[in-house]
C-alpha cells in the first residue's frame, strides 16, 4: 500500500528502478487546458545543475548517463484515462558519479498567465512506482495539498552511503519553471 507523503518524511527506497508518474485529467470547462510538466533537476554536491543536459523534462528526455528518461511532454492530461500523463524513469544504478540529489519538480505551464492553480486541476497527483512491480509506493494529492500553487518541489532522491534514499520535500510554489531554473542552474541558459 502506498504512503501518502507527509512534508519531510523520508522512505529508503531501497530500489534500483524507479519512476516519477503524473496525473491530471483534461479540463472539461471553459477556458485553457491545464498542462501539468513534470521536471528531474541532478544536482552535485554544490546544489547546482552541473550541464544543461542533467536539466530532464519534456524538452530534454534523456540525461547523458542515461539514468533518467522522460516520457515526452503532455499538454492536456489526456495521454491516460486515469493513469499517469507523464512519466520520468529513473535507473539508479547508471546515475552519473558526481550527482548527489535528483530533485522533482511539477510545474503548471503558463500558470500565471492563464491564472491558475494546482486547486483548479482535476485529480491531479505526482507518485512513485516501482518498475520491478508496478506498485505505488509513496504519492502526493496535488490539488489537495497545494490547491494554490503553481508550482511544487516534490521530493528528492538523495544519496548517503552509496544508498539512494526519498525525501517528501512538499514545498509549494505560486512560480513557474524558470524560477526553478534559476535557483539551480546559475550561469547558463535553458534553451
Known amino acids: 500500500m502506498a ?3 507527509q512534508k519531510g518524511q523520508r522512505v529508503d527506497i531501497g530500489l534500483s528502478k524507479i519512476s516519477i508518474g503524473l496525473g491530471w485529467n483534461p479540463n ?3 477556458g485553457y487546458a491545464f ?3 513534470a521536471s528531474a533537476f541532478m544536482i552535485n554536491q554544490n546544489r547546482l545543475i552541473p550541464a544543461e543536459e542533467f536539466f530532464v523534462f ?3 528526455t534523456t540525461s547523458p548517463d542515461g539514468a533518467l528518461a522522460h516520457s515526452g511532454d503532455d499538454p492536456t492530461g489526456g495521454n491516460s484515462d486515469g493513469g499517469d500523463d507523464e512519466m520520468i524513469s529513473v535507473d539508479l544504478t547508471k546515475v552519473d558519479e558526481k550527482i548527489v540529489e535528483i530533485l522533482f519538480v511539477v510545474t503548471i505551464h503558463e500558470a500565471i498567465a492563464r491564472k491558475q492553480n494546482y486547486g483548479q486541476v482535476r485529480d491531479s ?3 512513485i512506482v516501482d518498475d520491478s512491480s508496478g506498485q505505488e509506493i509513496v504519492r502526493y494529492e496535488l490539488g ?3 490547491s494554490i500553487e503553481t508550482g511544487v518541489e516534490f521530493g528528492r532522491l538523495y544519496k548517503r552511503s552509496n544508498s539512494w534514499k ?4 512538499g514545498i509549494g510554489y505560486r512560480e513557474d519553471l524558470a524560477f526553478f531554473l534559476a535557483k539551480y542552474f546559475k ?3 535553458i534553451k
Do not use: H, V, W
Open 35 to 37: 498542462d501539468l510538466d
Open 3 to 5: 504512503i501518502n507523503l
Open 187 to 189: 550561469g547558463q541558459i
Open 58 to 60: 519534456y524538452g530534454n
Open 125 to 127: 497527483y505526482i507518485r
Open 28 to 30: 472539461e470547462g471553459t
Open 144 to 146: 489537495e495539498d497545494f
Open 166 to 169: 526519498f525525501e517528501a520535500s
